[in-house]
DNA sequence: CGACTAGTTGAGGCCAGTCAATGTTGGTGG
DNA sequence: CCACCAACATTGACTGGCCTCAACTAGTCG
């Protein structure tokens, strides 16, 4: 299984040289992905399958950096990322943002725009990706013929809200040192749930990111990487990180 | 329109004496709840709001410091505050608590339970209190056939969702007294929304639940509602607080 | 009345922020 | 291919906001 920071020949520039967003209207099937098992059709039988099947209606490709919605578009799909990774950050009233998450392979996003109708949150490719479009009108429609996919769709929700809570626990009562260890180790164990190194990958984030993730500032990260380093806890090279120590990473958090 | 402080007689605990909590088999009706145009059923015609009459079992009456679920229960049911309110808390796996939010008339709560079939929070009535039980493959069975509860459901986990942003924008990313006057401004507004005076509450949480909920320790807080009040932003009372001056709290944000 | 919980206030310390200088990397065009 | 530039990252010195520890007050309940 290859590092996560090897280059993704799906990610390969030349097969989409240069619209900023194109839209392929190449049938896309769910049940020949390869994320089907993390993605929304999880558990799925073959009739429930179908049905997603029908829904994902297109694919976006993103270059590293374009917008795959803005705060105050407004909302009419889900999305499933396929290839690559993402950010959404919060956009408060008074200009303040804030990086609310961080998507790679088979995660849902856009259920920010599900509450009023528009995205509350912006959400941008970190590096060259692509998603499934699910219209979100169309997929309520089939989730009330199929259970199964409702069920699913709720759980995916609900997972989101809990996951905020785990980043609300870390903002409101951690210490820096504590945040960055439970970002590494959250990372390790998405990256491992979906087939790669879960002890070496490549951060998308600028430091900057991270801080504005974790509530840090950028200077904070920098020092911290460093000093996990000198203690042997984690190799850094730029965004390459190693995790060498992960129970060492654990104990900074047992330790209250 | 009575102050919130004002005792409510439908809290009266005379109707109530013995059992911790009680489950009263009389009907309920949505129908005919001064809640409805806050709480699931809002907006549904007269079909969907039968629906829903025939979803809510029963209540359940809550003593002040009662715990409706704990973290780690199995999940079957969501819960619509009827009277009182209730707080949630987070629990890390270090024993590290904090309160994830606070639940007033009309809320929806329990939705942390829907990811994997257990309560990842713990919720506790902050005052005697009172809730419908919505049994949750009920509600998705009904969902399936009335698309406007469909609907409401999506966006009452969306909303907590775009909520649990908001918190995490202020715990990431705002200094103490933002924190607070946030706090407060939203507290108003929530009341204001549903007929109680926005400018004069009592505060159902000690100082210690307010500060684990902005991510403060309790003399911050207490030292916050002291310079505030000083300051002539409002008035402090213990837990009785009167807003004097809502565009100066609302200034402390817009100053950065 | 004493024990307990909640709240206030003060003194001092520390963690992370701020400001600033310098180093490193990657993409671009000559 | 290399030089250049801008964005990103590192590191140091200093500051300040919030935490910690502690003492004291007020209200409540047996």
């Given at each position: ?11 390969d520039?030349a ?17 020949t992905?390869t ?8 558990g ?10 029908t829904?994902v ?13 803005r ?6 799909a889900?999305?499933?990322v ?27 996003i ?9 995205h509350?949150?912006?959400?941008v490719?970190?590096?060259?990706s692509e ?7 169309r997929?309520?429609?089939?989730a ?13 929700l ?10 609300m ?7 820096a040192?504590e945040?960055?260890?439970v970002f590494?180790?959250?990372l ?5 749930k ?17 801080g504005s993730?974790?509530g ?9 990487f460093s ?6 806890l984690?190799?850094v ?5 190693k995790?060498?120590?992960?129970i060492?990473l654990q ?6």
């Amino acid at each position: 299984m290859p590092p996560a920071y090897l280059p993704d020949p799906t990610t390969d520039r030349a097969a989409n040289s240069h619209p900023v967003v194109s839209v392929r209207d190449l049938r896309t099937h769910c049940s020949t992905c390869t994320m089907r098992e993390l993605c929304l059709p999880v558990g799925l039988g073959g009739g429930g399958m179908m049905q997603v099947d029908t829904l994902v209606g297109q694919r976006r490709r993103l270059r590293k950096g374009d917008a795959l919605y803005r705060a105050g578009e407004t909302f009419d799909a889900l999305f499933a990322v396929r290839v690559g990774s993402l950010k959404t950050t919060v956009l408060a009233e008074d200009g303040r943002e804030q990086v609310a998450g961080y998507h790679m392979l088979g995660d849902i996003i856009g259920m920010d725009g599900m509450a009023n109708g528009e995205h509350g949150c912006a959400s941008v490719a970190l590096e060259d990706s692509e998603v499934c479009v699910l219209p979100f009108d169309r997929l309520e429609e089939i989730a009330r013929d199929a259970p199964g996919l409702q069920r699913n769709l709720h759980q995916f929700l609900a997972r989101e809200i809990t996951r905020d809570h785990s980043v609300m626990l870390l903002l409101g009562s951690m210490r820096a040192e504590e945040r960055l260890a439970v970002f590494l180790l959250n990372l390790s164990e998405r990256y491992r749930k979906r087939g790669y190194s879960s002890t070496e990958f490549v951060l998308r984030m600028t430091r900057e990111e991270i801080g504005s993730h974790l509530g840090l500032k950028l200077e904070t990260v920098s020092r911290l990487f460093s000093r996990f380093d000198e203690e042997g806890l984690i190799e850094v090279h730029g965004r390459v990180i190693k995790l060498r120590d992960r129970i060492g990473l654990q104990q900074l958090l047992a330790a209250n």
